[in-house]
């Protein structure tokens, strides 16, 4: 059984255009991403899914600078663009990681795909309710089967665009298996979308000076600074939940 890792990437982006390529410890913000998910131990792959509009050549050729495994599809339908991905290096499961999220974990990588094996379910992730990890550690675990039936039976543009809703929504069609924390950090945020979380986050790379952290060092530096939770608070209170 083959697992692959697929990091959604594009420039694109209503907020704080070009988040993914903005420097990090002089790197850009998808190096990083990259360089984290491939600690994980139990995938096979690492694969960054670009799309094909030329905004998105910059994306191309870092990764081509890396060494790093790409494909190129769908810029509204990340669902086909996922597949495309998995089938293009022979995924037998997935796990979806969006590349705005520069403290993702491999750890929480790793117990999501274990999670998603050891219940034989079709889908595994850290963000079904109820929520327990901060924004930005999002995991999610799905088999190529899961997918490819969501794929033939979502019809909705507005779901493809996110590619697993279909997945999740269907509790009835999928057997879904939660992978919770042993306590509620569910109110911090680390995910980049705006400014202002851009601004937290390179404070939180500043402090730990390296890549290699655990996110609970991310936790521990940002209790000991509790004012460094208020430079995106506004943000965090219009988080949807769940």
Avoid at 36 to 65: N, Y
Avoid at 211 to 220: H, K, N, R, S, Y
Wanted: glycine share 6%; charged share 25%; with cysteine.
């Amino acid at each position: 059984m083959r697992t692959v890792a697929v990091i959604q990437a594009r420039t694109g982006s209503t907020r704080l255009p070009g988040k993914v390529l903005m420097p990090l410890l002089r790197e850009p913000v998808l190096t990083h991403v990259v360089r984290r998910v491939s600690r994980a131990t139990r995938l096979d792959a690492v694969v960054v899914a670009t799309t094909v509009a030329p905004a998105d050549d910059p994306i191309a050729a870092l990764a081509e600078a890396n060494g790093w495994l790409l494909v190129r599809g769908s810029e509204e339908d990340l669902l086909a663009r996922y597949l495309l991905a998995a089938r293009a290096h022979g995924a037998d499961r997935i796990v979806r990681i969006t590349s705005d999220c520069p403290l993702i974990d491999p750890t929480l990588i790793d117990e999501v795909v274990a999670t998603l094996e050891a219940a034989g379910a079709d889908y595994a992730s850290n963000t079904l309710p109820p929520r327990t990890y901060p924004r930005g550690l999002d995991v999610e675990a799905f088999t190529m089967e899961a997918l490819e039936a969501a794929d033939g039976l979502d019809d909705d543009p507005a779901s493809r665009e996110h590619a697993t809703p279909y997945l999740y929504r269907h509790p009835e069609r999928f057997r879904l298996v939660g992978v919770p924390g042993r306590a509620d950090h569910s109110a911090h945020r680390w995910t980049l979308d705006t400014p202002e979380d851009y601004a937290l986050i390179e404070r939180l790379y500043e402090g730990l000076g390296r890549d290699d952290f655990a996110w609970t060092d991310a936790l521990v530096l940002v209790e000991a600074h509790p004012e460094w939770s208020l430079m995106n608070e506004h943000v965090r209170q219009k988080q949807v939940p769940g």
